[in-house]
């Protein structure tokens, strides 16, 4: 089975430090997307960042970047610099592209926590 | 503007009444689905479609049906809802055409409540 694992139910970082959020999955597929999404306390979901497994480079937005790791099935999320306003639960997500992209499995979450 | 509409936002119902959560996407996207967000579980799939009259089944469809007559709109229905599926509702779009490829665009959700 397909899963994604978030194993920080929670996390707190200084304002201005850098914080790392986890991620793992598990899947077969060889050709997949992960996502990193934001839900602030709006609620809305925002896309953070999006990875293509085939791609080795590690995708960056900002001070928004992953790291990648295929082979250990990791996708972690590195905030640089935050901000009073990257205080949201955090979701991993990953898409197997079978056909299409229309399938999606979520992590549980990681609240994020900004201290000033 | 690009965006996915789901009404109604809040709603409180009760238990065995039908209720259809309306959503809508003006971005031509062939990919749309449901998500249901509870705490401790994250999102979880309810129902996606590929295209008009193509929907199939995620992870927790038991007690919801979709439809997709049109390419903008996929209703979910709770034809006799009941407590457990008190939830925070997500519909999203996205679309394999564009640099985009696989971003879901999200409505901004419908908090239900069953009594």
């Given at each position: 089975a397909q899963t994604v694992t978030q194993s920080q139910p929670e996390m707190s970082v200084q304002e201005a430090e850098t914080v790392t959020l986890s991620c793992t999955y598990d899947t077969s597929e060889s050709d997949y997307y992960l996502f990193w999404y934001k839900q602030p306390p709006s609620r809305q979901m925002i896309l953070v960042i999006r990875q293509e497994a085939y791609k080795q480079q590690n995708a960056t937005e900002n001070r928004f970047s992953v790291n990648f790791q295929k082979a250990a099935k990791s996708f972690s999320l590195k905030i640089s610099d935050s901000q009073l306003g990257d205080a949201?639960?955090?979701f991993c997500a990953y898409s197997p592209y079978t056909s299409g992209t229309y399938?999606?499995?979520f992590g549980t979450g990681t609240r994020l926590k900004v201290l000033a | 503007e690009a965006?996915?509409?789901?009404?109604?936002?809040y709603l409180i119902t009760v238990t065995g009444k039908k209720l259809t959560v309306t959503c809508s996407q003006n971005m031509n996207h062939e990919y749309m689905s449901w998500y249901r967000q509870d705490?401790?579980?994250g999102l979880r799939q309810i129902y996606y479609s590929m295209n008009v009259e193509v929907t199939d089944k995620g992870d927790v469809p038991e007690g919801?049906?979709?439809?997709?007559?049109?390419?903008r709109n996929f209703p979910l229905i709770l034809e006799s809802p009941s407590p457990n599926q008190t939830s925070l509702y997500f519909c999203a779009s996205?679309?394999?055409?564009?640099?985009?490829?696989?971003?879901?665009?999200?409505?901004?959700?419908?908090?239900?409540t069953v009594l």
């Open positions: 949201a639960m955090y399938k999606y499995i | 965006q996915v509409t789901q009404n109604p936002r705490p401790g579980l919801y049906k979709v439809s997709r007559k049109e390419k996205s679309s394999d055409r564009d640099r985009r490829r696989g971003e879901l665009f999200f409505g901004e959700g419908s908090r239900l």
